[in-house]
């Protein structure tokens, strides 16, 4: 299934298996693709919450997310446990970007809710 939000991004929810769902998020997302961002989460974590599955969303195809971008992630990452959510595939810039607009994206309790051994990786990266 494949959606379109507003006139900046896209996002598609697939099952590749009965345990997982990925979210990929590509493009720009904004103000104006907000609420959509918002509904296509939700769709996602219903999904997750009715399978018992696991929700990685993958941002390799983000070009650029706005304050209300990362507003709608930090809500839906506080609506899941830590262990059913992961973001695989965060472009440097927007680990930046929401850096500096105070979303601690590279802690463990970050607004990507990034795992140890994913912190572990970061730090031998350098």
């Known amino acids: 299934m494949k959606k379109k939000g507003m ?19 590509a493009g720009r997302w904004g103000v104006d693709a907000a ?28 070009e650029d997310g706005d304050l209300t971008f990362f507003q709608v992630v930090d809500s839906i990452t506080k609506s899941l446990d830590v262990k059913q959510l992961r973001f695989m595939n965060i472009p440097e ?10 979303f601690a994206p590279r802690h463990v309790n970050g607004i990507f809710r990034k795992g140890v051994e994913d912190v572990q990786a970061d730090h031998d990266r350098g």
């Not at 296509?40 to 009715?50: S, Y």
């Not at 810039?93 to 105070?102: F, R, S, T, V, Y």
Request: proline letters at 4%; a negative charge.
């Open 7 to 25: 006139t900046m991004g896209e996002w598609t929810l697939t099952a590749p298996g009965p345990e997982t769902r990925v979210m990929r998020i």
């Open 93 to 102: 810039q927007i680990l930046d970007k929401a850096e500096q607009a105070g």
């Open 35 to 62: 609420e959509e961002l918002h509904r296509a989460f939700l769709q996602a974590v219903n999904e997750v919450m009715d399978a018992g599955a696991q929700l990685h969303v993958d941002l390799q195809d983000l």
